[in-house]
């Protein structure tokens, strides 16, 4: 019952992007530590590619009645992205674009927490027949 | 997601040594013997880092991968009443200058700064899926 109720809304769409979100810090935590390593490509996961896979999935569930598509194998792809400057030491850096980057994965993350708080109030008030 | 402060650990440590090396240089910056006492300039020491965390490469991190001894010849210096000074009267000083150890002092501490802010992000971002069970 759970698995369908769960299914039926935003749930799981907010759960893979906290997966995503969380992955992308991870990334470009391992950017900021390695910014003074020769030689060190830059790590990223694309936001707008994710979206736009997940907004394919939603477009399908949308299509196919609610609960009838899984959310479950989205993975967003492991990319090198060719930006900030090529130094002589052959790493490309760019702290400015890195710093930007992890502060708006945070505040996803954290509004896409907020989302998911608020459904799980919401079906725990409906399943308590009254206000928490 | 635990691992994330891990990885920051590790930056926060390649750093450090870092910025140790440089306060190393620039202490020695006018020592003209060796530790056993012969007349050798101190040579510049660099940090060089590598990816994947001490120990263990294949998790994600940084390491120091050498503290690597600058072969760049020392700086003579034209000091004849030096005792160190050689038939010539010049000095040989350690192969440092000021300004290139404080500029890389300046980006290790910077950087340090960053892996600091990283790790407090990922911390609250931590702390905030926990509000979610609890």
């Given at each position: 019952?759970?698995?369908?109720?769960?299914?039926?809304?935003?749930?799981?769409?907010?759960?893979?992007?906290?997966?995503?979100?969380?992955a992308?810090?991870?990334?470009?935590a391992?950017?900021?530590?390695?910014?003074?390593?020769p030689g060190?490509r830059q790590?990223?996961?694309?936001?707008e590619?994710?979206?736009?896979?997940?907004?394919e999935?939603v477009?399908q569930r949308?299509?196919?009645?609610?609960?009838?598509t899984s959310?479950d194998?989205?993975?967003a792809?492991?990319?090198?992205?060719?930006?900030?400057?090529?130094?002589?030491?052959?790493a490309?850096?760019?702290m400015e674009?890195?710093?930007t980057?992890?502060?708006?994965?945070?505040?996803m993350h954290?509004?896409v927490?907020?989302?998911?708080?608020?459904?799980?109030?919401?079906?725990?008030?409906?399943?308590?027949d009254?206000?928490v | 997601m635990?691992?994330?402060?891990?990885?920051?650990?590790?930056?926060?440590t390649?750093q450090r040594?870092?910025?140790?090396?440089?306060?190393?240089?620039?202490a020695n910056?006018?020592?003209?013997?060796?530790?056993?006492?012969?007349?050798e300039?101190?040579?510049?020491?660099?940090?060089?880092?590598?990816?994947?965390?001490a120990?263990?490469?294949?998790?994600?991190?940084?390491h120091v991968q050498?503290?690597?001894l600058?072969?760049?010849p020392?700086?003579?210096?034209?000091?004849?009443?030096?005792?160190?000074?050689d038939?010539?009267?010049f000095?040989?000083y350690?192969n440092?200058?000021?300004?290139i150890?404080?500029i890389?002092?300046?980006?290790?501490?910077?950087?340090?700064?960053?892996?600091?802010?990283?790790?407090?992000?990922?911390?609250?971002m931590?702390?905030?899926s926990?509000?979610?069970?609890?």
């Amino acid at each position: 019952m759970f698995e369908r109720l769960l299914n039926q809304t935003n749930a799981p769409v907010l759960e893979r992007m906290l997966k995503f979100t969380a992955a992308r810090q991870k990334l470009l935590a391992e950017n900021v530590v390695n910014v003074s390593t020769p030689g060190y490509r830059q790590k990223d996961l694309s936001l707008e590619k994710f979206q736009g896979m997940l907004r394919e999935r939603v477009e399908q569930r949308d299509h196919n009645g609610l609960g009838s598509t899984s959310f479950d194998d989205l993975e967003a792809q492991l990319e090198n992205p060719q930006r900030g400057m090529l130094f002589h030491d052959g790493a490309n850096r760019s702290m400015e674009q890195l710093m930007t980057d992890q502060a708006k994965n945070a505040l996803m993350h954290n509004f896409v927490i907020e989302l998911l708080r608020k459904q799980f109030q919401t079906m725990e008030m409906a399943l308590k027949d009254r206000p928490v | 997601m635990f691992d994330v402060l891990d990885m920051g650990a590790s930056g926060l440590t390649a750093q450090r040594t870092r910025l140790d090396t440089i306060a190393e240089n620039l202490a020695n910056v006018y020592t003209t013997h060796n530790a056993k006492g012969e007349k050798e300039p101190f040579r510049r020491r660099f940090v060089v880092l590598g990816p994947g965390r001490a120990g263990d490469p294949q998790k994600s991190g940084v390491h120091v991968q050498k503290i690597g001894l600058d072969p760049s010849p020392p700086i003579p210096k034209y000091e004849p009443g030096n005792p160190d000074a050689d038939a010539n009267g010049f000095v040989n000083y350690p192969n440092i200058d000021m300004s290139i150890e404080y500029i890389n002092a300046l980006e290790a501490s910077r950087a340090y700064e960053a892996n600091v802010t990283m790790m407090e992000v990922s911390k609250s971002m931590i702390n905030s899926s926990l509000r979610l069970i609890a």
